[in-house]
């Protein structure tokens, strides 16, 4: 299972984490981090959705591709957050998913929920790691 253990990230992803989280608080909107690090098996299984396994396609990274997968360093350079009303995630609140995107994005963080020609993934944010630390 994914962990949502913020110390598993890389130094600098852990920090934008950390400073989203009191950004977006600052807007007044809760968020759960809710994925942090998978491993190789279980980016296989997302990868398989809507492919080999039945439901929608969820990823377009394989496994040891996606930013949540450690990479080199042994971190996660990628984040998985959703807005929380009263308890209850909130998947399709436009409103409460720009003003998160935009937090990430002003505390140094890649949303994927402005990817153009990929699978954009609103709840998905990232820094990119330096070469020799990605994984082939």
């Not at 809507?50 to 450690?70: D, E, F, K």
């Not at 402005?114 to 790691?129: A, M, N, S, T």
Request: with cysteine; aromatic share 6%; proline share 7%.
């Amino acid at each position: 299972m994914a962990s949502r253990q913020l110390d598993e990230l890389a130094p600098p992803v852990y920090r934008a984490a950390l400073a989203f989280v009191e950004r977006c608080n600052g807007a007044g909107l809760h968020v759960l981090i809710y994925c942090t690090v998978r491993d190789d098996a279980e980016q296989a299984l997302l990868y398989a959705r809507g492919r080999t396994a039945p439901g929608a396609i969820v990823t377009n990274a394989r496994p040891g591709q996606s930013l949540h997968n450690p990479q080199k360093d042994g971190h996660a350079w990628a984040v998985d957050a959703v807005p929380m009303l009263a308890g209850e995630p909130r998947w399709s609140d436009e409103g409460a998913l720009m003003v998160m995107g935009a937090a990430g994005e002003r505390v140094g963080l890649e949303w994927a929920g402005r990817w153009r020609g990929k699978l954009r993934e609103r709840v998905h944010f990232q820094i990119k790691p330096p070469a020799d630390v990605r994984r082939a």
